[in-house]
Every structure is written in structure tokens, then in C-alpha cells.
T-cell receptor, first 116, second 112 residues
Framework: GAVVSQHPSWVICKSGTSVKIECRSL??????MFWYRQFPKQSLMLMAT?????????EQGVEKDKFLINHASLTLSTLTVTSAHPEDSSFYIC????????????FGDGTRLSIL | GENVEQHPSTLSVQEGDSAVIKCTYS??????FPWYKQELGKRPQLIID?????GEKKDQRIAVTLNKTAKHFSLHITETQPEDSAVYFC???????????FGSGTQLTVLP
């Protein structure tokens, strides 16, 4: 149980392109989903917290107009990297949590984004 | 905000030996502490977690201890195997937003 699916797993695109990443909880309804960014050999850095039906809460330093998050249902959250540039290249991982707080976060497989 | 420090950053052990990874946290309101294992290019996988009302938890070869007074918690892996080689992250959940703050990670290498 507690499977989280993330697509796509790899994206290579030109600078200026917008990229959408999907995160789905397959066998449970996720009250909260989280989006992380991970650079090589570094830890996971929280970008934003997404709650179904409400606006995402972004961490300090994360541009909300750059990283658009939509959480339209209890099983789907999307992250759109708008007008991506080479510095946006990274490993993006989502996680989902059944209920808020004190429960494990279940992670997707991640999306490796490479901007040329 | 919460600050989680993790040590060591790298750890090499012989197969069969034990491995210990330590973390400290700053927010006394933190009450949930998961440990994740991440293999290269893959998702973090929960291996064990502990809540603040418990001092120790064990699952086969893996155990976690928590000292709330000192604000530190540790991961213990006994009888290590080569497949235990990975990066291990500790995390702490605190704050009204119930977010996880991750440690910097420990690269564990189990030598055959």
C-alpha cells in the first residue's frame, strides 16, 4: 500500500520551455502532498506544501510564479516549472501523506529535469 | 525554523558489523522522526520511524533511539549487509505546518 506515482521520470528540454510533473497517490487519498528538490549528493529541500483545494504554501526563496503547484484532487498534485532555465535542472521529488502530521511521507520516484 | 544535523556524512563498515548514524534537532516541539534510505537515483524509502512518546523502536536489524531531553536520535543497523549500502537521511517533523526537515545525509558503504 501507499504507492505514489510520479511522471515523467526524465525530462530533457530547451531553455524557456515549461515542464509539468505529475504526482499521484494510487491507493490512498492524500490530504497533503509535498514537493522537494534535490541536487546531486545533497539532501531533500522542501519547495512547497500542497493541500487539496487550496493554494500551496511555498518555502522561503521559492518563486511561486516560477514553480506553479496545483492540487485539484486528493490523488493528484502537479508542479509546473515555467520558463525553465539550466539552473532549474535538478531532481524533483513529490511525496504524499494520508493525514497531516505524525505520519510517514510516501515518495514518488522523482523526476530528473535537465534544461539545455 | 527547525534545524537537523546529521553525522557522520560518510560511514564505511565491514559486512556483519554495526553502523550508527546520529542526528540532532533544534525544535523541542518536534514529535515525529522518520529515517529514509535512498539508493542512487531512486526514491527515499521509509525504513523506520519513531514518535516522541517512545524512546526506542526496533524492526529486525534496524533500531532507532530517541532522547527528547538531549534532542537527538540515532539509527542503528546491526549485522550489516552490502545491500544496506545507500544514503540514509534522518528527518524531524515540527511546526504548525507539519513539515519534514531532513538531515544532510550519510553515505553508508558496507564492505564485503
Amino acid at each position: 500500500g501507499a504507492v505514489v506515482s510520479q511522471h515523467p521520470s526524465w525530462v530533457i528540454c530547451k531553455s524557456g520551455t515549461s515542464v509539468k510533473i505529475e504526482c499521484r497517490s494510487l491507493d490512498f487519498q492524500a490530504t497533503t502532498m509535498f514537493w522537494y528538490r534535490q541536487f546531486p549528493k545533497q539532501s531533500l529541500m522542501l519547495m512547497a506544501t500542497s493541500n487539496e483545494g487550496s493554494k500551496a504554501t511555498y518555502e522561503q526563496g521559492v518563486e511561486k510564479d516560477k514553480f506553479l503547484i496545483n492540487h485539484a484532487s486528493l490523488t493528484l498534485s502537479t508542479l509546473t516549472v515555467t520558463s525553465a532555465h539550466p539552473e532549474d535542472s535538478s531532481f524533483y521529488i513529490c511525496s504524499a501523506q494520508l493525514t497531516r502530521g505524525g505520519q510517514p511521507q510516501h515518495f514518488g520516484d522523482g523526476t530528473r529535469l535537465s534544461i539545455l | 525554523g527547525e534545524n537537523v544535523e546529521q553525522h557522520p556524512s560518510t560511514l564505511s563498515v565491514q559486512e556483519g558489523d554495526s553502523a550508527v548514524i546520529k542526528c540532532t534537532y533544534s525544535d523541542s516541539a518536534s514529535n515525529y522522526f522518520p529515517w529514509y534510505k535512498q539508493e542512487l537515483g531512486k526514491r527515499p524509502q521509509l525504513i523506520i520511524d519513531i514518535r516522541s512518546n517512545v524512546g526506542e523502536k526496533k524492526d529486525q536489524r534496524i533500531a532507532v533511539t530517541l532522547n527528547k531531553t538531549a534532542k537527538h536520535f540515532s539509527l542503528h543497523i546491526t549485522e550489516t549487509q552490502p545491500e544496506d549500502s545507500a544514503v540514509y537521511f534522518c528527518a524531524s517533523e515540527a511546526g504548525s505546518a507539519r513539515q519534514l526537515t531532513f538531515g544532510s545525509g550519510t553515505q553508508l558503504t558496507v564492505l564485503p
